[in-house]
Structure formats: C-alpha cells, structure tokens
C-alpha cells in the first residue's frame, strides 16, 4: 500500500506553501513555484481537484514534499 493519501490539490498547495515554495508568477491556473535550491515547478491543478497516490509521489520527488508535511 501506497504511503501517499489521495487528498485536495488545496490542501497540497498549502503544504508545498508550508515547506518554503512561492507563487513566482501565475499565468491562468498555471502557478509556478520556487523555492531556494530547486529548480521551479509549474502546478496545474485546479482547487478542488483530487491528486492520488502516484501523482503525489511524482510531485514530491520534484519538490522535496514527504507525507509528513500532509
């Protein structure tokens, strides 16, 4: 069984926020991300949309994000 949960892309957002990631600049639903030390990431989810298991451990490898941070 997978460690990820599958959870709101809010709720992600808020996490990623948490960690240290910034809106740089947002361009329609497109929000690029930075963070000191990582390259920039594009988030391209809308609010309510929900992110499973396996997407969230691609993200998580791109941003530094652990389940604990959930």
Same mark, same amino acid.
């Given at each position: 069984?997978?460690? +990820?949960? $599958?959870?709101?892309? =809010?709720?992600? #957002? $808020? !996490?990623?926020? $948490?960690?240290?990631? /910034?809106?740089? @600049?947002?361009?329609? $639903?497109?929000? /690029? #991300?930075? @963070? =000191?030390? +990582?390259? *920039?990431?594009?988030? !391209?989810?809308? *609010?309510? %949309? %929900?992110?499973?298991?396996?997407? #969230?451990? =691609?993200? !998580?490898?791109? &941003?530094?994000? &652990?389940? %604990? *941070? #959930?």
């Amino acid at each position: 069984m997978s460690q +990820w949960p $599958s959870i709101k892309s =809010r709720r992600l #957002l $808020s !996490a990623l926020f $948490s960690i240290g990631w /910034t809106v740089k @600049r947002q361009t329609g $639903s497109h929000k /690029t #991300l930075a @963070r =000191r030390g +990582w390259p *920039d990431f594009v988030f !391209a989810f809308h *609010d309510g %949309e %929900e992110i499973g298991p396996k997407m #969230l451990s =691609r993200i !998580a490898k791109h &941003t530094g994000l &652990t389940p %604990e *941070d #959930l």
